[in-house]
């Protein structure tokens, strides 16, 4: 059975509170460490008023203590953004906290506009041309310190954080091939460069201490109802999300909205066609049939799924049918 994983935005929707967010990423969190996911991932994003977890590390805590056997991490940290020492006492604070199942998973991007990049970092230094170098000095801090090592990691050094590359170019599947790394790509809003990168990380992989073979994992959106009507219907939000956002209009989660994509110009359903290719949306058979064509496919190693969905019960529905349906293939096969 193809594992699946979550990836959660702590999405702040129309009519409640990001109290309420990150809330529900925990409870979110709990459901699908019963329904057998491999891991919850939380990303970071900056000055998005519909998306809670900026803080990811803070939120990876939370939803760390409210769980006991799911892997939690992050999908992933923006490291330009950060000293890859701060990062290192962190997700090796989490580890000595919540033992052997933090993930750390690292991206380029800042998450962000430039001029909230700049609020973060006050100055460019930390751009991502020195990306490939931070991510070596990072997982330095986690190795047993030398003797005369001048700077460690206090929590960090000598704790097992697995590292992963994020990706949605052949950059970070050229880099996770060269240091041993799994790969995960944001197939999920960026589909347009998955199979060429994914090919690329294949046949580039140099076999590492943490990792012997070339692991991949995809992102793919997945809206789960009990009819498939009512699955596209719940889908419209993330579409409104992405219009919204593509028009400069970023904002909270909207609720689902009847014949949305039957009212946009055509160039505008074009784009998000493109966008959202990587989606599978529908009943639990749909579901199922889209799982195993896009796996079949793919080739994946592991599905890391994303449902922005504005109702939290039909978010935790979605989840739950969702992993029914992966559960249905395994049998079959």
């Not at 979550?6 to 509170?17: F, K």
């Not at 990062?87 to 989490?94: D, K, M, N």
């Not at 990380?201 to 009512?230: C, G």
């Not at 190693?301 to 019960?313: C, F, V």
């Amino acid at each position: 059975m193809t594992p699946l994983s979550v990836l959660d935005l702590a999405p702040v929707v129309q009519g409640s509170t990001v109290q309420q967010a990150l809330h529900n990423s925990r409870d979110l969190a709990q459901h699908a460490e019963k329904w057998g996911y491999k891991r919850f991932w939380l990303a970071e994003h900056h000055n998005m008023r519909g998306i809670a977890s900026a803080a990811t590390s803070v939120l990876i805590g939370h939803v760390a203590e409210g769980t006991s056997t799911i892997r939690v991490g992050a999908g992933g940290i923006m490291l330009p953004n950060h000293a890859p020492l701060q990062i290192a006492e962190q997700f090796g604070t989490l580890a000595a906290l919540y033992g052997p199942r933090i993930d750390l998973g690292l991206g380029r991007a800042p998450g962000t506009d430039q001029i909230t990049a700049r609020a973060l970092r006050r100055t460019m230094v930390g751009d991502i041309d020195r990306f490939p170098a931070d991510v070596v000095e990072l997982m330095r801090y986690f190795q047993p310190a030398q003797p005369g090592q001048a700077v460690v990691a206090t929590p960090g050094e000598g704790l097992d954080v697995p590292v992963w590359i994020l990706g949605s170019s052949q950059f970070g599947a050229h880099l996770a091939a060269a240091l041993g790394l799994p790969y995960a790509f944001a197939s999920h809003f960026a589909p347009a460069e998955m199979e060429t990168a994914v090919a690329a990380y294949r046949d580039r992989f140099e076999p590492s201490a943490q990792l012997d073979k070339p692991h991949v994992m995809l992102a793919l959106n997945v809206f789960a109802a009990d009819t498939d009507e009512e699955a596209r219907l719940l889908f419209t939000s993330l579409q409104q999300a992405f219009v919204n956002l593509a028009t400069g209009m970023p904002g909270r989660l909207p609720p689902p909205m009847e014949g949305y994509e039957a009212r946009l110009p055509a160039d505008a359903k074009a784009r998000l066609a493109s966008a959202l290719r990587c989606s599978v949306v529908g009943s639990r058979e749909t579901v199922r049939k889209g799982l195993a064509e896009f796996i079949g496919r793919t080739g994946a190693d592991e599905l890391i799924i994303t449902g922005q969905i504005h109702d939290h019960a039909a978010r935790l529905r979605s989840f739950e049918i969702t992993a029914e349906a992966n559960r249905e293939l395994a049998s079959a096969a």
